[in-house]
């Protein structure tokens, strides 16, 4: 089992920045490849980017590539989103996750655990 707890959401302004904190407890972080996913209201869960349990490889949806960084510090069983650029599409739910199986991480199935939820609210 794997317990996740968001952090670090909020207001901001278009243009603004902000750092999502995702921070892990229970079995070994470092076998987990995790994500990030985002929703909107009345829309679906998507992906926004995710990071290989060596950190090694990420991945970012196209609408985040270039303003969004992930990262994670696998002393502190912790993964971060640094968030850019920051504009009124980019406002969501922001959850993070975890797999274990090593496959395609920009799906939303497949993924093991997921946290409970950070919102991020962008104001134009």
């Known amino acids: 089992q794997v317990q996740l707890v968001e952090s670090g959401g909020g207001l901001v302004q278009a243009g603004g920045s902000r750092r999502l904190s995702c921070a892990a407890s229970g079995r070994a972080f470092s076998n987990y490849d995790m994500g990030w996913f985002r929703q909107a209201p009345g829309k679906e869960r998507e992906f926004v980017a995710a990071?290989?349990?060596?950190?090694?490889?990420?991945y970012y949806a196209d609408s985040v590539r270039g303003r969004f960084t992930i990262s994670r510090d696998n002393a502190k069983n912790t993964v971060y989103l640094q968030m850019n650029s920051l504009n009124a599409e980019d406002t969501a739910v922001y959850y993070c996750?975890?797999?274990?199986?090593?496959?395609?991480?920009?799906?939303?199935?497949?993924?093991?655990?997921w946290g409970q939820g950070t919102q991020v609210t962008v104001s134009s």
């Open positions: 996750a975890a797999r274990f199986v090593r496959e395609d991480v920009t799906v939303v199935m497949g993924y093991d655990y």
């Open positions: 990071i290989r349990r060596n950190a090694f490889s990420t």
